[in-house]
């Protein structure tokens, strides 16, 4: 048994039995903890998106967190055992102020998270311009760590012993699993040279994420858990909003996966501006395991084109604490490089914390507000990023990263920032 840093043992005594596979660093004056790193030895669990009926924002929220709850009890665990949430939030896009609509959504978590000597998972909050459902006013996705002395005997997938689908919305990881990420995904034009519609787009998109996997020895049948960010037609001058296309989104999701005989994993999926104005209708992540032990132990193996500042996708090794680390904002500093650089600044002493460095990030996720020059706001973000990963000198690191214009992020921010690394902490 591995002795913990002080530090350590006093998060383990904050946090319940439930949450021995997890350490959560608390975050003071927040409704959620700065980082939680799970153990390989945890059943990791995936799910999908959740969203409820209500009058309210709050009420949703409410009802959602306790179907997510009812859901995990089926599986052996609980709302004690989730160690990440990430909240879409329904905004108006003629007044992205999403003031109100955070106060709501955080009176819903706080009744269900952080009570008592419970530490709260980590969360990202970010506004969005459309959900699945038709009257959704808020849904989330979860990332949950459960012991296995409290799994239940499952029946794995047959195309991966090491996977078991739970339920449309749960997929769920066995212990010591390798783990395949990709980076957010876009499609490429066809023979005709077009995009194509939102069911082209899609099925273009997942069937680049699939050579990402193959590259690793993995297929789509190892998918865990796929986020699905759909952006909106852009509408000619002059004319009226078009509105989001899921149901050709939910065709190209169907038809993927009846092809491979095999049931969707756990989805997430969102509406936002994104790169609509290049005609780019959907972005797509997935995650993958390994069908076998296979794989680095306690690290990460990164691959993609060498000339691009990122990864096309990351494995995980079998052996690996991750840890996730709630999205930060800076609204001390102006601009999208300010903010940007604020943010990962303010990670990189939560990361010291968590035994993490900035060679141990596997995934970066980043959410922009653009406000009124695309080209120059986004581009003035990857400037930011820059200073951080990719530099020769500094951390030529090049972790999966999706970066993804947004409706709006909290408070007075342009740009939100979650990371997920391995900790030196496990090791």
């Not at 012993?161 to 990881?173: E, F, H, K, M, Y």
Request: aromatic residues 8%; negative net charge; contains cysteine.
């Amino acid at each position: 048994m591995r002795i913990p840093a002080l530090w350590t043992l006093a998060c383990t005594l904050l946090t319940p039995l439930s949450a021995q596979v997890a350490e959560i660093v608390p975050l003071s004056g927040a409704p959620y903890s700065a980082s939680a790193t799970v153990a390989p030895e945890a059943v990791k669990i995936f799910t999908g998106t959740y969203t409820a009926s209500g009058r309210t924002l709050e009420a949703q929220a409410d009802a959602a967190f306790a179907a997510l709850a009812a859901d995990l009890k089926k599986a052996g665990g609980s709302l004690a055992d989730v160690v990440n949430i990430r909240g879409y939030l329904l905004v108006d896009p003629a007044d992205s102020q999403m003031e109100g609509a955070m106060n709501a959504w955080n009176g819903a978590f706080n009744q269900h998270f952080g009570q008592g000597d419970r530490l709260p998972p980590t969360r990202t909050t970010i506004g969005v311009t459309k959900l699945p459902e038709a009257q959704a006013k808020v849904a989330f996705d979860a990332v949950v760590a459960l012991p296995t002395d409290k799994w239940p005997q499952q029946s794995p997938r047959l195309s991966n012993g090491r996977v078991v689908d739970l339920s449309p919305r749960l997929t769920a990881v066995q212990p010591f699993s390798a783990l395949v990420l990709t980076s957010g995904m876009l499609a490429s034009p066809g023979k005709d040279g077009q995009l194509g519609d939102m069911q082209a787009q899609s099925l273009s998109t997942m069937d680049k994420l699939a050579e990402a996997l193959a590259h690793w020895g993995a297929s789509p049948r190892d998918v865990v858990f796929a986020r699905a960010m759909l952006s909106p037609p852009l509408p000619a001058e002059g004319a009226p909003a078009q509105p989001v296309d899921f149901e050709g989104f939910a065709a190209a999701w169907k038809e993927y996966w009846a092809a491979r005989r095999m049931p969707a994993p756990a989805l997430s999926e969102f509406a936002a501006p994104g790169f609509n104005a290049n005609g780019m209708l959907v972005e797509i992540e997935f995650y993958a395991a390994l069908p076998t032990a296979a794989g680095p132990g306690a690290t990460a193996q990164r691959e993609g084109d060498e000339a691009s500042f990122l990864s096309r996708s990351t494995l995980v090794g079998r052996e690996a604490a991750l840890t996730w680390f709630s999205g930060v904002v800076d609204t001390s500093r102006q601009g999208h490089h300010g903010q940007g650089a604020g943010a990962l600044l303010t990670l990189t002493d939560r990361m010291t914390v968590a035994g993490v460095t900035t060679s141990d990030i596997v995934q970066l996720r980043a959410y922009l507000d653009i406000e009124e020059d695309f080209g120059s706001e986004f581009g003035a973000w990857n400037q930011a990023y820059g200073r951080f990963f990719n530099h020769p000198k500094l951390n030529p690191t090049k972790p999966i990263r999706t970066a993804f214009p947004v409706e709006a992020t909290p408070g007075a921010s342009v740009i939100e920032i979650e990371l997920i690394g391995i900790s030196s902490k496990w090791k």
